[in-house]
């Protein structure tokens, strides 16, 4: 593992941490207003936060727009329409695109996050 990943892998963890104790802060908060359990709620912030991060992960091209034309009679043409755009879009965002990773709102910190909440549920 060379310097960059290192670095990269605690930034992940510490902000991880972080998510981690800002969902405890909202734990105590929902606690103090509600007669819940700080284990049952810790459990389930844990959880929604794994599930949000599972869905941060998804990413690709849609494939709704190359159905648009289906079962008309100029269905080629819609879709040679929709792939030229989708070039057209890949060059002018691939000129412009920096070398940007926000490790904060990424999903494996927020997958450490939710990890991190439901061990000190388990722990307490």
């Known amino acids: 593992m060379n310097k960059r990943d ?11 941490m972080l998510w981690s104790v800002i969902l405890v ?4 908060a929902i606690v103090s207003f509600n007669n819940y359990n700080l284990k049952d709620v810790l459990f389930v912030e844990g959880i929604v936060l794994i599930i949000l ?3 941060c992960a998804i990413g690709g091209n849609s494939t709704g727009l190359s159905l648009q034309g289906m079962g008309q009679n100029n269905a ?3 879709a040679n ?3 030229e755009i989708s070039r057209m879009e890949n060059e002018k965002t691939k000129s412009n ?3 940007m ?3 904060g709102l990424s999903a494996v910190s927020m997958t450490i996050g939710g990890v ?3 061990i000190i549920d388990l722990i307490i």
Do not use: D, E, H
Request: some cysteine.
């Open 81 to 83: 329409a929709n792939l």
């Open 53 to 55: 991060a599972v869905f």
């Open 25 to 28: 802060l909202i734990g105590l």
């Open 6 to 16: 290192f670095k990269s892998l605690i930034k992940c963890i510490s902000f991880g």
């Open 101 to 103: 990773l926000n490790i």
């Open 116 to 118: 991190i909440c439901i």
């Open 97 to 99: 695109l920096r070398p």
């Open 76 to 78: 080629q043409y819609l």
